[in-house]
């Protein structure tokens, strides 16, 4: 394989791991929502999150659950966020413009679970002499 960037020879046999994006740390933050561009990238966050979050609503009412969708508008009331409440089979639609708090209070199951780390841990354990190693998923 020929790198044409730096005009060299890659032996891909050699390149074990690829370098993969940074994860924020997003467990346990709450983002202020001072502006529409912090609303908009905190829930923009709240969808790339492995986990649940609590939604404050304008109205009082509380949403705990997972953020699984995302419709981005012109403004926040023309924005929406869809949730799906934890313990429940519904799904929600929830207007940018009705969200006053957010908080990334669920677990991130996919922290720690990259790539990188399975290739690590593959690794200790053949260097530990194990045999049968193969890729399975751990348990959530």
Excluded: C
Aim: aromatic fraction near 8%; glycine fraction near 8%.
């Amino acid at each position: 394989m020929i790198n044409s960037a730096a005009n060299t020879t890659v032996d891909p046999n050699a390149v074990e791991v690829m370098a993969g994006r940074e994860r924020e740390q997003l467990e346990g933050w709450i983002p202020s929502l001072a502006s529409d561009a912090e609303i908009r990238q905190a829930l923009e966050k709240a969808f790339d999150y492995r986990g649940d979050v609590t939604l404050t609503l304008k109205n009082g009412d509380v949403v705990h659950g997972y953020v699984f969708d995302r419709r981005t508008g012109a403004g926040l009331q023309d924005s929406a966020v869809r949730v799906m409440p934890s313990g429940q089979r519904t799904k929600l639609t929830i207007p940018y413009a009705d969200i006053a708090a957010l908080a990334f209070t669920g677990r991130d199951n996919a922290a720690g679970k990259t790539f990188e780390a399975w290739v690590r841990k593959y690794w200790e354990k053949k260097a530990a002499g194990e045999k049968n190693i193969g890729i399975e998923a751990e348990k959530l």
